[in-house]
């Protein structure tokens, strides 16, 4: 038998406490996967008086978790602490340089110094395990790392923030508007008291540009991430969406293309017929599309104590036996730094909801300024009729490039009879 692995943890909020429970109740299934006992040693948090929901018993507390991160006694270094910079920043560059394995479920911290820790766990000779950090439950790292590495990835798309999800399904199945339901989210404990990492698309940024670096080989480019939130997502929308046969879902998609690396997130429509829009709640899904295996979906549960203690535990598995590529499935130094290409480049369908003052004439303008910007309109409805008053009119628009849809809804927009600002969802066959 080795000898055990010695963890010390940092944070023992949701997900530390969530690791600490896995880590007892399947001790034993753990010491038979990994061939040896893990051995909890060390652990901190800000608060020690504060009431968890676990026992650390004996476990010494330290005070000082970026301290804690160099004792010669530790193997590994659970991070659990949160956030793109400050403390948890300190633990993991404080482990990695004293040698230590690292396994975070950091998503922002990653997102922005991702490339840079994985440069210096490589030269430490040491694993940077973040499976936890990309929708909680789901292996999708790994699956991408290890299980679909013969491929040449075309395309990652997935519902990577379950509080969007769970809005989004809330707003569709009660037919209330964003601001209700978001209330009653927070209310449930579903969305945070400043919801705005959630709902304005950054925290599925943050994953996004995890994925995408995974998946086609590229340094971490969080700035190059195009990204809309749901605010602005109506409930008329949500109605129109059923209507034509979509669901509006909060995307996060990245690609190559000849202009570089496209990542992206906002709301799409999503065909009905496509697996990610029967994706509901709180859950999260990712599709990937490798050039021979096809369209492959994972769904699960994105966040949550135990299913990312799951994934924590997975990395610390491969840590364990001394398996398991690169986190980035590529060295640092192999990782390529590609363009991010920008969204007046992109090319896709639309969707457009427009309010407009019901009168002879109208559409015949809204018309003339598609055809002017050769954008190629698919198909145009006016719900009811009240003339003299605004009516919606909603329309959809074959595939074009985004600049020419943009001139036209500038166009739109100016027009007298249109009475709001145009809204655009972007329209994704998946
Ligand atoms: N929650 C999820 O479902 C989920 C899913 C995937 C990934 N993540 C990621 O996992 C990480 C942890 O999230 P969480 O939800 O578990 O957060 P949390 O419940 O807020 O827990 C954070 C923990 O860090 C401790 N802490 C905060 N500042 C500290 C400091 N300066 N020094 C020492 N300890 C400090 C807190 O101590 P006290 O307990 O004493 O306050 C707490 O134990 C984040 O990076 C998050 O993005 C979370």
Request: some cysteine.
């Amino acid at each position: 038998m080795k000898t055990p692995l010695k963890v010390a943890i940092a944070g023992l909020g949701t997900v530390g406490a969530g690791v600490v429970a896995l880590l007892k109740r399947n001790a034993t299934l753990l010491e038979r996967h990994a061939g040896r006992k893990i051995e909890l040693v060390a652990v901190s948090a800000r608060d020690r008086n504060r009431a968890r929901p676990i026992e650390i018993g004996s476990v010494p507390w330290h005070s000082d978790p970026v301290a804690m991160a160099a004792l010669p006694e530790v193997d590994v270094v659970i991070e659990l602490i949160g956030g793109s910079e400050g403390t948890a920043r300190q633990v993991v560059a404080r482990a990695l340089e004293h040698g230590k394995h690292v396994v975070t479920a950091n998503k922002a911290l990653l997102a922005h110094h991702g490339t840079e820790l994985a440069r210096l766990a490589e030269a430490k000779g040491v694993a940077l395990g973040f499976e936890a950090a990309v929708a909680g439950g789901i292996p999708i790292l790994k699956a991408l790392r290890e299980g679909l590495a013969a491929n040449r990835i075309l395309r990652v798309c997935g519902i990577l923030n379950g509080t969007c999800n769970y809005i989004l399904s809330q707003m569709r199945e009660t037919g209330r508007d964003f601001a209700a339901v978001l209330a009653e989210a927070q209310s449930l404990g579903y969305a945070e008291a400043d919801p705005s990492f959630d709902i304005d698309g950054i925290d599925a940024a943050h994953k996004l540009a995890l994925l995408a670096a995974v998946a086609f080989g590229n340094v971490v480019d969080f700035a190059g991430v195009h990204v809309e939130g749901i605010r602005h997502v109506s409930a008329l929308d949500i109605a129109f969406a059923q209507d034509l046969g979509y669901r509006i879902k909060l995307l996060g998609l990245a690609r190559l293309t000849e202009h570089g690396i496209e990542q992206r997130v906002h709301p799409c429509m999503v065909p009905l017929s496509a697996p990610l829009a029967h994706v509901e709640g709180v859950f999260n899904a990712i599709m990937v599309e490798g050039d021979f295996v096809g369209r492959v979906t994972l769904e699960g549960r994105g966040a949550g104590a135990e299913p990312t203690a799951s994934a924590v535990i997975a990395d610390l598995l491969d840590i364990a036996t001394g398996r398991g590529a690169p986190g980035f499935a590529l060295p640092a130094s192999a990782l390529e730094r590609r363009p991010s290409a920008p969204m007046a480049r992109h090319r896709g369908a639309y969707y457009v909801r427009l309010m407009v003052v019901d009168r002879p004439g109208v559409i015949a303008d809204i018309a003339a300024a598609l055809r002017d910007e050769a954008v190629s309109m698919e198909q145009m409805l006016q719900r009811g009729r009240a003339p003299g008053e605004a009516v919606p009119v909603v329309l959809t628009t074959h595939e074009g490039e985004e600049a020419g849809m943009r001139r036209a809804l500038d166009r739109i927009a100016a027009l007298d009879t249109v009475l709001e600002p145009p809204r655009m969802i972007r329209v994704e066959n998946l």
